[in-house]
């Protein structure tokens, strides 16, 4: 029996009610001309706000959640085996780039939030000088023309100018070596992309969000996915399909070689 004492427990907080406008001071001033500029800078009205907060504030709360997001293995596979130097755009926390670094000579990881950079050079930390992390943005990449045989991002580039847009796709193909490829992987808008001249390609199979627990899935869904708890519960199963709670698999890719 709980003690009468004892704090009971509460239930997490969805995203969008976990900051208030209090919580903006975390940005820098670069991030504050990106993210704020002639836009609604509640949180828990913007989405997208919410999302920087949450990658300045909780890192380790982003870090469980995209830890049972497990990328299909294909688009792995797909990507070039070796390269003298990759570029990897919105690195976070190292999902991708853990998988990337054992494929070039040397791989130039930008993240401009710095609990992220923190925590994905400490994940790499065995890499080396192999390894660059560096503060940047998508309209302002720090990497000089024509520089990486390979210029990744996986699930942060949209057409949104404030993360990426089409100067953002610009600068990826300005820092690709002629003949080299650009890779969004886990694109937010095939279509965008398609229309500028990229190449969409899916791989098929059963995918699941894979929790370390079912309550693990209760969680992190009433923060992330609060319309997917209830059947979440009902299932009962530490493995969620992701129709459940309403978002893509990280299946897919869409690429470009870059000719001039």
Not at 17 to 28: A, E, K, V
Not at 171 to 190: A, K, S
Not at 204 to 227: C, H, K, N, W
Request: charged fraction near 30%.
């Amino acid at each position: 029996m709980r003690n009468e004492l004892e704090t009971p427990p509460t239930r997490p907080v969805e995203l969008r009610q976990r900051y208030s406008t209090s919580d903006l001071g975390s940005l820098t001033d670069a991030e504050r001309r990106r993210f704020l500029a002639g836009g609604d800078p509640d949180p828990q009205t913007n989405p997208a706000i919410a999302w920087e907060l949450l990658y300045r504030l909780e890192p380790e709360l982003y870090d469980r959640l995209i830890r049972p997001e497990r990328i299909h293995p294909s688009v792995i596979d797909w990507l070039p085996r070796r390269v003298h130097r990759i570029v990897e755009v919105g690195a976070g926390s190292g999902r991708v780039t853990e998988a990337l670094i054992d494929r070039c000579d040397e791989l130039i990881a930008i993240e401009p939030a710095a609990p992220l950079r923190e925590r994905l050079a400490a994940r790499l930390a065995a890499a080396g000088e192999r390894l660059q992390v560096r503060n940047g943005f998508f309209d302002d990449l720090p990497v000089p023309d024509q520089s990486a045989e390979l210029v990744v991002a996986c699930s942060a580039l949209t057409p949104d100018p404030a993360h990426g847009g089409d100067v953002g796709l610009h600068e990826m193909e300005r820092v690709c070596v002629r003949g080299g490829r650009v890779v969004i992987i886990w694109p937010n808008d095939p279509h965008w992309l398609l229309e500028r001249g990229y190449v969409y390609q899916s791989f098929p199979g059963r995918m699941t969000l894979e929790f370390d627990s079912v309550e693990e899935a209760i969680e992190l869904a009433q923060i992330f996915y609060p319309d997917a708890v209830q059947e979440i519960r009902r299932r009962g199963d530490r493995l969620v399909p992701y129709e459940v709670v309403g978002i893509n698999p990280p299946r897919d890719l869409a690429w470009k070689t870059v000719a001039n």
